[in-house]
């Protein structure tokens, strides 16, 4: 039986790192191709906590769950590099604002030496990174994409079914990022459906 579920999980784990990682390759084809503009601020901190967030989880027995954060924070951490570097991105006051805090709650956590309030912290600073991205999106909804997040989110799902140990710990930021993703992509759509409404009057 046990081997039977360690299976099941391995299965689930490879399954969400690669629905995971399909979202990516045609948001790096849009970025070649000029049509995605990422924020550099937000991938950039996004990439350090999930680096971070893949750490805590396989060391508290996140196993197969854990792998799609370790892979998603390679890619992220590729995106940020070709952000910071295309230069696009016009960096506002708010901007630096949302790095700053987030900075300081990576080393509040890193201080604390806590997995819980380190996770509990992490998930927060997800949420400011993702402010800058949000207010970017909404100004221009049609520079960012819907299908990287989307199926981003859905790999999230599958990884807390494939967990070794769930708990707090190690489904409290997958969770959080599968509701960030959510609520983003709904105010994409929302934001493309108004501007075409009003450019058709």
């Known amino acids: 039986m046990l081997f039977l579920t360690l299976d099941y999980k391995v299965l689930l784990g490879i399954a969400a790192t690669l629905l995971g990682i399909s979202g990516y390759l045609p948001y790096f084809k849009d970025m070649i191709g ?102 970017k999106a909404y100004k221009n909804p049609f520079e960012e994409s819907t299908s990287l997040f989307i199926l981003s989110g859905l790999g999230f799902v599958l990884s807390l079914f494939a967990l070794g140990s769930f708990s707090l710990v190690t489904a409290l930021y997958p969770s959080v990022i599968i509701a960030a993703n959510t609520l983003l992509v709904l105010m994409i759509l929302l934001r493309r459906r108004a501007l075409a409404a009003s450019k058709s009057r």
């Open 34 to 135: 000029r049509r995605i503009k990422p924020h550099a601020f937000s991938w950039l901190i996004w990439s350090i906590l999930t680096f971070i967030a893949f750490t805590v989880s396989i060391t508290k027995g996140g196993a197969a769950g854990s792998w799609v954060l370790g892979v998603q924070g390679v890619l992220n951490a590729i995106i940020a590099v070709i952000a910071m570097r295309s230069g696009k991105t016009r960096i506002t006051g708010l901007d630096k604002l949302c790095l700053g805090l987030a900075m300081f709650g990576i080393a509040l956590w890193i201080v604390t030496m806590n997995s819980l309030w380190g996770v509990v912290i992490s998930s927060i600073v997800d949420l400011i990174a993702l402010v800058p991205t949000l207010t």
